[in-house]
């Protein structure tokens, strides 16, 4: 399997790393939950290129993960808003998160160790962890209590 043949595979992993799966797409990513906008401030934060940044920026925006949103006319200006499609990837990066978290943060009580940043939810004000639930059960899920089979999107056996 090749990268660039990755958004024709019939996986849907395999469609969205198409999109994602670059490092630099996911700090982009990751920035814009932080509520990042701007072209000169996704460059600063993550110290890439102009030309990395153009192009992540764009790939999102063709995707329709991101769409350019104009602020100012003279110079022409513009910023990036999470689309809808953008706003579902929100999981990806919390499940990224919560895995750098547990296994990249250091040992807790060590100075400069834990995780850099807390999520708080706002309706109930409390810091979190992200869970994975069943959505018909609600009960925790972990991938040895999860099987998988064939749906409506499976390549037809040859």
């Given at each position: 399997m090749k990268w660039d043949d990755l958004a024709q595979e019939p996986c849907s992993v395999a469609r969205t790393v198409?999109?994602?799966?670059?490092?630099?797409?996911?700090?982009?990513?990751?920035?814009?939950?932080?509520?990042?906008?701007r072209f000169e401030d996704f460059q600063a934060r993550l110290g890439i290129s102009r030309t990395i940044t153009a192009e992540r920026l764009k790939r999102l925006v063709d995707?329709?993960?991101?769409?350019?949103?104009?602020?100012?006319?003279?110079?022409?200006?513009?910023?990036?808003?999470?689309?809808?499609?953008?706003h579902?990837?929100?999981p990806v990066i919390m499940a990224v998160v919560s895995f750098g978290d547990r296994h990249y943060a250091g040992p807790e009580g060590q100075p400069g160790a834990g995780p850099p940043l807390l999520h708080r939810h706002k309706t109930c004000g409390c810091d979190f962890h992200p869970v994975m639930t069943c959505s018909e059960c609600h009960a925790p899920l972990v991938a040895r209590d999860?099987?998988?089979?064939?749906?409506p999107g499976a390549r037809a056996a040859a």
């Amino acid at each position: 399997m090749k990268w660039d043949d990755l958004a024709q595979e019939p996986c849907s992993v395999a469609r969205t790393v198409a999109v994602i799966g670059d490092r630099w797409t996911l700090m982009v990513l990751r920035d814009c939950f932080l509520g990042v906008r701007r072209f000169e401030d996704f460059q600063a934060r993550l110290g890439i290129s102009r030309t990395i940044t153009a192009e992540r920026l764009k790939r999102l925006v063709d995707e329709g993960v991101l769409r350019k949103v104009r602020y100012q006319d003279n110079p022409l200006r513009f910023e990036y808003r999470l689309t809808d499609k953008g706003h579902d990837l929100y999981p990806v990066i919390m499940a990224v998160v919560s895995f750098g978290d547990r296994h990249y943060a250091g040992p807790e009580g060590q100075p400069g160790a834990g995780p850099p940043l807390l999520h708080r939810h706002k309706t109930c004000g409390c810091d979190f962890h992200p869970v994975m639930t069943c959505s018909e059960c609600h009960a925790p899920l972990v991938a040895r209590d999860v099987e998988t089979r064939a749906g409506p999107g499976a390549r037809a056996a040859a």
